[in-house]
């Protein structure tokens, strides 16, 4: 093993001018302008992968390519099987303006590295990537068969992934699935995640009059859209932080309070949160922490706005429509579907005569939750102890990664979470960034984790 660490160490820059070639491809899978961008990202994981001695193969999909990269499997001998999964999409890296420098062209400052998607996600699956490589390409044998999935939809829901592993299933047979796409409370504090939530999206229209009209000659008598919606939007929430949506809460599991203790326990407080956040107050559902809050409790959020006229100076309108884009974070043992059938009905009721709803189911994500105790959870707590040479601890995470359920209903297996993102490392936002102590100590935990697993 020490070989394996020692190579590691020695080609850090390498890697890291690696990865920044990997990080100059604008792959934002939400904007179909760049299609193309996906591919050549695509290809250029799928030839680095090969030139690191895997057997590799790009697979068309209904949209962006799925790369899968096979370690040589020995024929003779049936080692464990682990399939390690990553995206190559992107999140937009809009709002540009907020960027200190722009988000694909990397830049190194300190032990940060900045850039779109640096660590989400692929600075966290390309440390996977490099541990195996430090096997490779020092002749010591892999004690585990590793594939990796790397796809590019994972940030617009994943559509075409399930029918892939569905026709893929007999190549996917594994013990379980391995993923570095979510948080570390912090370098000090690596984590093993057991729980995730789910999600619901939708997006939500009210039409009014049949164009903008002039307020002065129509406001009072005709509704306003916006108006509308904004009180339709205010009332899905209470000032307590409860969502007040009849029935949303029903099949929430309660926290235990083993667990409550369990979550106190991991860093940071409420102060802490607050300033990094830079909120002026913290705010949420009453009689919980902000780490219950946004890992085991369901919310409702607005994402998106938009109504009437956006440009500079005023413009005296009653708008003719008003849209609001919102999702719900589900927890444990909630059903996307069903909050689907109790937002659709609420919405309906709430919405006045005097405009027209549309609704638009957008997609949906079941929550996640695995037992922190089983021998393979075991197993990867001692990778990561002796990675980041301190003592892991167990958290849930407050995003989502619906794929896990799809892993676990189509494939049958689990999915061992272990994130190497900082809380401040800006996912999703401008200037997100990829902290290089995490990146090297998620080298050398993939590293010790194969062989960890195939003692089971
Ligand atoms: N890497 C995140 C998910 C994540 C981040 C999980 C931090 C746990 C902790 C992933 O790329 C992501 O953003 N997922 C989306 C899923 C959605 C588009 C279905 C999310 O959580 O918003
Ligand atoms: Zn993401």
Redesign the pocket.
Known sequence: MQLILDYLAAHEARFLRELCDYLRFPSVSAQPQHKPDLERCASWIANHARSLGLEVEVCPTNGNPIVLARTPRRPSTRRPHYVVYG?YDV?PPEPLELWTSPPFEPRIEGRSLFARGSC??KGQHFAHLKAVEAFLKTGTELPCDITFLIEGE?????ENLAPFLRARKKDLRCEAFVIS???LPSKRHPAL?YA??G?F?VEIRLDGPKRDLHSGLFGGAVDNPAMALAQMLASLRDRRGRVNIPGFYDAVAPLSKYERAMLKKLPGNEESFRKLVGAPALFGEAGFTSTERRTARPTCEINGLTSGYQGAGSKTIVPAWARAKL?F?LVPNMDPHQVQRLVVAHFKKLCPPSCKLTVEAG?A?QPYLVQPDSPRAQAALRALRGAFGCEPVLMR??????IVNDFKRILGVETL?L?L?LPDDN??SPNEKFDLDCFCAGMRMSALLWPELAKL
Do not use: K, W
Not at 154 to 158: A, D, L
Not at 397 to 402: K, R, V
């Open positions: 995206h999140q989400d996600n994972e940030e617009i829901g994943c796409d979510n948080g995640t995730l939530r999600i999206a999702t974070r997609h994500g995470e407050g995003g989502s990664i619906p979470l994130g993102s996912a999703h």
